[in-house]
């Protein structure tokens, strides 16, 4: 069975501040791939990467940068110098399998709030 | 480009009614999939399309249902609603297996 688990429920920070989201998934495929989507509260969910499975490098995007570690199978999703616009719940996801299968299988969100 | 638009975006319908949601993909993606999104079980799957054949489905009755015409657009269905279909549905669209995933604001369902 595929899962994905994002222990935080909810984290508060306050603005600048650095904070980590951790994600951590399960599967037995070793093909897959891994997405973390942001949803502000207009609800609608918002791509912000997508990882496949042979690629381990880590990436960073702007404030953004997102560490992937198939040893702890793990999808870390950190942000730099946190902004009150980046208060959103933000969701880890996983699509395994092959390409007959395409079901995104999401974490239950961590809600991030960014105080001023 | 035009994102993934879905219609309409509330709707409030009466228990043991049934209800029609609307998907437009982004032009040229010709997967759509469907999720359902509540505060107690989170973001659930529902089904996926690819070139009007459902590829996939996920664990819900079959009083859920949808389809997809040849120009993409898909509907979903739902029958017989009870208060546990209260939800976000949430439509995606992809240009293929490799890619991401882009989703629409959804359509807020109450059943009441």
């Known amino acids: 069975a595929q899962k994905v688990t994002q222990a935080q429920t909810e984290i508060s920070v306050v603005e600048k501040e650095d904070v980590t989201l951790d994600c951590v998934y399960e599967?037995?495929?070793?093909?897959?791939?891994l997405f973390w989507y942001k949803q502000p509260p207009s609800g609608e969910l918002v791509f912000l990467i997508r990882?496949?499975?042979?690629?381990?490098q880590n990436e960073i995007s702007g404030r953004y940068s997102w560490n992937f570690q198939k040893s702890t199978s793990s999808f870390n999703f950190t942000i730099t110098a946190s902004q009150v616009v980046d208060s959103a719940v933000y969701f880890c996801a996983l699509r395994w399998g092959d390409t007959g299968r395409r079901a995104l299988t999401f974490g239950s969100g961590t809600r991030l709030q960014v105080q001023p | 480009k035009a994102g993934v638009t879905q219609t309409p975006r509330y709707l409030i319908k009466t228990r043991g009614q049934q209800v029609t949601l609307s998907c437009s993909p982004i032009s040229g993606h010709r997967s759509v999939s469907w999720y359902q999104q509540t505060p107690g079980q989170g973001l659930q799957f529902l089904f996926e399309?690819?070139?009007?054949?459902?590829?996939n489905k996920g664990n819900f009755p079959g009083r859920f249902s949808g389809r997809q015409f040849s120009n993409s657009r898909s509907e979903m269905n739902v029958s017989t609603l009870e208060l546990g279909d209260s939800a976000l549905y949430l439509c995606?669209?992809?240009?293929?297996?490799?890619?991401?995933?882009?989703f629409g604001s959804g359509t807020r369902l109450t059943v009441v």
């Open positions: 990882r496949n499975s042979f690629d381990e």
């Open positions: 599967t037995r495929d070793t093909t897959y791939y």
């Open positions: 399309y690819f070139s009007e054949t459902q590829r």
């Open positions: 995606a669209s992809s240009p293929s297996y490799s890619y991401g995933y882009t």
